[in-house]
């Protein structure tokens, strides 16, 4: 998919990580500053979350970021590298594009604050495994967060093997390590941890109706556990939007009412 470009888009890197960034409709330099990380699932590069969820309208810089191997990050030997990590996905590469978007993410939002000039709070927004990036970002650093929008997140990673387990036909051999894991990416299970770093009111949570069922369970689990906010958004899939056609991106009627739910709500918070 070639992600649309939009009016006013500006594109560079901070600490390394290529990015772009959608201006505010209000003062650029005192606005609020959304970080949001993509899919593995379309949309899965910057631009094309760039495309798919501009935020429309939103008085915040909004500034999208590639996750590790993909995007403008995608290798020169993706090939071989997808398919020495596909062995074990999880620990081979979901863990470790997670942690290393994290381990980059306050160098980041250093780097986008003095590239940009945003000097207001700092808001967070994932889908799919950019939600875990979210999460995990909030919960692992000192940064401070003020809310946080999660588009059909993976929440754990159990659900995350069990979808690929079904949706591959295949049976993933849980090692020691894996469980280890697992374990520590539960964020139904953490979500005390969640609180610790921003009141419920500045959590919310999206989930497709048509997303695969463990993911929306467990965006119900969580949405119980903190007291927060869940929309469900009738019709929507795990993927945002459809790589084969990159018009689609800024006019499906889905992704335009994510788009319309996360922009009037980081808008009430930032």
Same mark, same amino acid.
């Given at each position: 998919?070639?992600? &649309?470009?939009?009016?006013? #888009?500006?594109? /560079?890197?901070?600490?390394? +990580?290529?990015?772009?960034?959608?201006?505010?409709?209000?003062?650029?330099?005192?606005?609020?500053?959304?970080?949001? @990380?993509?899919?593995?699932?379309?949309?899965?590069? *910057?631009?094309?979350?760039?495309?798919?969820?501009? &935020? =429309?309208?939103?008085?915040?810089?909004?500034?999208?970021?590639?996750?590790?191997?993909?995007?403008?990050?995608?290798?020169?030997?993706?090939?071989?590298?997808?398919?020495?990590?596909?062995?074990?996905?999880?620990?081979?590469?979901?863990?470790?594009?997670?942690? #290393?978007?994290?381990?980059?993410?306050? #160098? $980041?939002?250093?780097?986008?604050?003095?590239?940009?000039?945003?000097?207001?709070?700092?808001?967070?927004?994932? /889908?799919?495994? /950019?939600? *875990?990036?979210?999460?995990? =970002?909030?919960?692992?650093?000192? +940064?401070?967060?003020?809310?946080?929008?999660?588009?059909?997140?993976?929440?754990?990673?159990?659900?995350?093997?069990? $979808?690929?387990?079904?949706?591959?036909?295949? +049976?993933?051999?849980?090692?020691?390590?894996? +469980?280890?894991?697992?374990?520590? @990416?539960?964020? $139904?299970?953490?979500?005390?941890?969640?609180?610790?770093?921003?009141?419920? !009111?500045?959590?919310?949570? $999206?989930?497709?109706?048509?997303?695969?069922?463990?993911?929306?369970?467990? %965006?119900?689990?969580?949405?119980?556990?903190?007291?927060?906010?869940?929309?469900?958004?009738? /019709?929507? %899939?795990?993927?945002?939007?459809?790589? *084969?056609?990159?018009?689609?991106?800024?006019? !499906?009627?889905?992704?335009?009412?994510?788009?319309?739910?996360?922009?009037?709500?980081?808008?009430?918070?930032?």
């Amino acid at each position: 998919m070639s992600a &649309l470009r939009l009016p006013h #888009q500006r594109t /560079g890197r901070a600490a390394g +990580v290529p990015y772009v960034a959608l201006p505010p409709e209000g003062d650029p330099g005192s606005a609020p500053l959304i970080v949001g @990380w993509p899919m593995l699932d379309s949309p899965r590069s *910057a631009a094309e979350l760039a495309a798919a969820l501009p &935020l =429309a309208g939103s008085n915040a810089w909004r500034v999208f970021v590639d996750l590790p191997l993909h995007g403008a990050r995608t290798p020169d030997d993706f090939e071989r590298v997808l398919g020495e990590a596909l062995t074990d996905p999880l620990l081979r590469l979901h863990v470790p594009v997670v942690r #290393q978007a994290v381990r980059e993410f306050p #160098q $980041v939002v250093a780097g986008l604050r003095a590239e940009l000039g945003a000097t207001g709070p700092l808001g967070l927004v994932g /889908g799919s495994l /950019g939600g *875990a990036v979210a999460l995990t =970002a909030l919960t692992a650093t000192t +940064v401070p967060v003020a809310a946080v929008a999660l588009v059909n997140p993976v929440l754990t990673a159990r659900s995350l093997v069990a $979808v690929a387990e079904r949706e591959f036909g295949v +049976v993933y051999p849980w090692t020691p390590e894996a +469980v280890e894991a697992s374990d520590r @990416w539960d964020f $139904v299970a953490r979500a005390a941890e969640i609180a610790e770093r921003v009141p419920a !009111s500045a959590v919310l949570l $999206v989930s497709g109706g048509a997303d695969h069922a463990e993911f929306r369970r467990d %965006a119900a689990l969580l949405r119980d556990a903190l007291g927060t906010v869940l929309v469900t958004v009738p /019709g929507l %899939a795990h993927a945002l939007t459809d790589e *084969a056609d990159a018009a689609a991106a800024a006019s !499906s009627p889905h992704t335009e009412a994510v788009d319309a739910e996360l922009a009037a709500w980081f808008d009430a918070r930032l």
